[in-house]
């Protein structure tokens, strides 16, 4: 009797253990993207909003490598899209991928998120991010807790715009002396928002110490650089979900 009742203890307990790492697995999967709830580029009276290429590409790449992912925005709920093309493939699987379309249009706020969930946050871009990611404190803190537990923190284009005032425990900017990209000085130039934008995004980088790296007009450029992953225009954002991959499988 006392054998049956010890062979059972030890199989409740190796279940137990085999659940909890289960659970573990389970939460290392998971990926949090971060996207604008700002919908005007200034006082232009265009639209704009989260760029829809620049979710989707990433997106495609990690859930089909097996992670699942999240939405976070300024205000929650349903954020406004741009660059919403779906003669592009990959924006029309995302867009009619009626899970994730759901989870985009239910996003969560930043009160709702548990940083310990996530074991990389990615920043997608669209000219939105210019005005409500680089002042949001509960995103910043959000990011900061995510990397200082050895995670990924990811952005592209626009998106760097959220990491220009994340600090780590030890008081230093999180792109403080690591390479970094992000929309150049030369292609807001080129789309003639330079005087619109709040601030130069590539400058205001430069201005928190990064070592900003670049490549031409709509150039393919990633920069991946102690656990930070940043791409410099929407051709860069397959690249981007690319990189967090093959970091988050090291």
């Known amino acids: 009797m006392k054998k049956l009742a010890f062979l ?33 580029k200034g006082n232009t009276g265009e639209d704009t909003g989260y760029y829809l290429g620049e979710v ?3 997106w495609e790449v990690l859930h089909k490598a097996g992670y699942e992912i999240d939405f976070v925005s300024p205000k929650g709920g349903t954020p406004p899209v741009d660059g919403f093309d779906l003669k592009d493939p990959v924006n029309k699987e995302f867009w009619e991928n009626k899970e994730y379309k759901n ?13 310990g ?10 000219h ?22 050895g995670g990924i923190v990811a952005a592209v284009c626009h998106g760097p715009a959220g990491l220009v005032n994340i600090k780590l425990n030890n008081g230093k900017y999180l792109v403080d002396g690591k390479k970094i990209n992000a929309f150049t000085n030369e292609e807001e130039a080129e789309v003639k928002l330079t005087n619109v934008v709040p601030f130069l995004l590539e400058n205001k980088l430069k201005e928190r110490g990064a070592k900003f790296e670049k490549s031409g007009l709509w150039q393919n450029h990633v920069v991946a650089d102690q656990r930070v992953i940043t791409g410099q225009n929407p051709q860069s954002a397959k690249s981007v979900g690319e990189a967090i991959l093959k970091e988050l499988n090291q």
Not at 11 to 31: C, D, E, N, P, W
């Open 128 to 149: 939105g991010a210019m005005w409500d990611f680089a002042d949001n404190t509960e995103l910043a803190d959000i990011a900061s807790k995510v990397y200082e537990n």
């Open 117 to 126: 969930n996530y074991s990389a946050i990615f920043y997608a871009g669209g």
């Open 56 to 58: 989707s590409h990433p």
């Open 8 to 40: 059972f203890l030890t199989l409740f307990t190796v279940g137990l253990i085999q659940a909890q790492h289960q659970k573990s697995q389970r939460m290392k999967k998971k990926i949090l993207f971060v996207v604008t709830s700002h919908d005007k």
């Open 103 to 115: 989870k985009i249009d239910h996003s969560l706020q930043p009160s709702q998120v548990k940083p």
